[in-house]
């Protein structure tokens, strides 16, 4: 009897140590830790991992979706540059590999290489060793590619707990936690998302929308009740009808009948003052990769739910006199295209996605399937409603989807354009006068070219009752201009191991210069670097010697001369 309690005994002694070891197992498989964490797989959080990696440190990369990239791979083919000197170390890697890419006949399926053009800002010149304009899939080949090479530990489908997910102690972040309770910690932490997740948990300070001109004292920024252009010789325009409708466009659903309730997505409250800052955010929309070859083509739908009262401003504008195809259609390789806003009724959906930056996971997938729904609903009415000019639903009609692109989801990508979320309030924040070369910075971690840029961000009714948009701004920028450390920096006294390549601090309008894919990388490629040296250093990232941070920028072939 009592060597059977004695084994009993033993065997439960033996049972609980297998239990306890698989707990700890388990534990043990529900937590990493790094060097470097970068929080976003965008091209910054991709250029930012393979930098880290590149310098030797241990790097964890989480992709809250299933696919890298960003917008770099979701269908911004025709890359916004301003200016390629301005382009340099693994930005200028990826389109020179994806001119590689395209100088091999096997990656030419729809067209002969000698017959593609390409155009405007993005031709690629026959001395150039890169190339600025790819499909989606190519990029996405090019960039895995890229960071297959670099020793980087990769998470997909994780998200930030943003209720609980993060610990922090003096200032300092050390470690955040995945909805899936993955937690991961790390000496240094980057958040290259769009929308700022990580550092609105950490307490960074931020704004979301426009500031007033009064602000920073700039003159192109907060309310601009005229479309606002500035060419190439310095001349302003507030008068010009770019991306506008056309005139005497009537908002109500009666029309004549200002007692009738306005049409879907117009703004019933009154205009604010010209100048004035609001919450506001810029139009987002879908980069479409669109085809029209035959045998790749999958044609325009109309989705389910689709209601035709949406899209009545849009009639009423062809009505009125507007005979154009209301999109920009850039040619990509292959008989594909990059297809984005174009006109006044057109692929961004005006003044539905003011929550977007803020909103929950299940709020902002609930926008972007509208935002989905919108523009197939668009390009379903351009190609068949017969209140459209014949001669754009015959071009239209050409054109769809593409097959062998986004396959799970027929041909239509996963990454909606945020084109502006939340923006950080660091240590320095880049302002017009940035752009416009009236204050330079001497802690230049990259440069930017493009035009101080923001697409409308409201559909209004104006003093004579006809509807218009609110909120272009075209400024052309003369000189490529330093982007200063500090502006991805937080301040000191709110986190100092977090560094923000893209919600960088910047007012909208210089922000609207700077969020570009190919500066968004060099940013994260120097938030990895500055990150890197800090670890090294061991001292927080406000430390950091920049001339140490700037020799290794250079000798990583980043470009920071203006």
């Known amino acids: ?276 800052g609001d919450n506001k955010v810029q139009a987002y929309c879908f980069r479409m990769c669109l085809t029209d070859h035959e045998m790749n083509k999958v044609p325009f739908s109309k989705p389910e739910g689709y209601d035709s009262i949406t899209y009545e401003l849009l009639l009423r504008n062809f009505e009125a006199g507007y005979n154009s195809i209301p999109w920009i259609n850039s040619a990509m390789p292959n008989r594909k295209t990059d297809t984005n806003n174009g006109g006044g009724f057109s692929t961004d959906f005006i003044g539905q996605n003011y929550e977007y930056p803020e909103a929950d996971y299940e709020t902002r997938e609930e926008i972007v399937e509208a935002h989905l729904k919108y523009q197939q609903g668009l390009m379903w009415t351009l190609a068949n409603n017969p209140r459209v000019p014949e001669s754009v639903r015959n071009e239209v009609s050409r054109w769809g989807t593409c097959k062998d692109e986004f396959i799970d989801s027929n041909g239509w990508p996963a990454q909606l354009y945020i084109r502006e979320a939340r923006r950080m309030v660091g240590s320095y924040v880049m302002t017009q006068l940035n752009c416009e070369l009236l204050e330079i910075v001497d802690d230049v971690v990259g440069l930017a070219a493009y035009g101080m840029d923001s697409h409308n961000v409201q559909r209004y009714v104006t003093e004579n009752g006809y509807v218009r948009n609110e909120g272009n701004v075209e400024a052309h920028v003369e000189y490529s201009f330093p982007i200063s450390y500090r502006s991805i920096l937080p301040k000191s006294n709110e986190c100092s191991n977090l560094l923000v390549p893209v919600c960088l601090s910047a007012s909208h309008i210089a922000f609207g210069s700077i969020r570009m894919e190919p500066v968004f990388m060099v940013l994260g490629q120097s938030a990895a670097t500055a990150g890197a040296l800090a670890i090294d250093k061991g001292i927080d990232m406000h430390e950091l010697d920049y001339n140490l941070l700037r020799e290794q920028l250079v000798k990583d072939k980043q470009r920071l001369n203006y």
């Open 1 to 276: 009897m009592k060597k059977n309690q004695i084994l009993v005994a033993s065997l439960f002694f033996l049972l609980s140590l297998t239990i306890s070891c698989l707990e700890d197992k388990k534990a043990n498989n529900n937590s990493d830790t790094a060097q470097m964490v970068v929080y976003g797989g965008t091209s910054a959080g991709v250029s930012a991992a393979i930098q880290s990696s590149r310098m030797g440190k241990s790097v964890i990369l989480i992709v809250p979706s299933g696919r890298i990239g960003g917008l770099t791979t979701g269908g911004l083919g025709q890359t916004d540059i301003g200016k390629k000197d301005a382009i340099g170390g693994i930005a200028r890697e990826f389109y020179q590999n994806i001119r590689t890419y395209y100088d091999q006949d096997d990656n030419w399926n729809w067209q002969q290489k000698d017959d593609y053009r390409d155009g405007g800002q993005t031709k690629t010149s026959l001395t150039e060793d890169a190339m600025w304009t790819f499909e989606p899939s190519a990029a996405l080949e090019v960039l895995t590619g890229m960071l297959d090479k670099a020793d980087v530990k990769v998470y997909y489908n994780e998200k930030l707990n943003r209720k609980t997910g993060i610990k922090t102690e003096n200032k300092k972040i050390k470690s955040i936690t995945m909805h899936s309770g993955l937690e991961i910690s790390a000496s240094v932490f980057i958040d290259a998302t769009y929308e700022g997740d990580l550092m609105a948990m950490a307490g960074v300070s931020y704004t979301v929308g426009r500031e007033s001109n009064d602000t920073y004292g700039e003159n192109l920024n907060g309310v601009q009740p005229l479309d606002t252009t500035r060419s190439l010789t310095g001349q302003f325009s507030k008068n010009a009808i770019n991306h506008n409708f056309v005139a005497n466009v009537d908002p109500y659903v009666i029309e004549g009948d200002s007692s009738s309730r306005l049409l879907p997505f117009i703004d019933e409250n009154p205009l604010e003052a010209e100048g004035s």
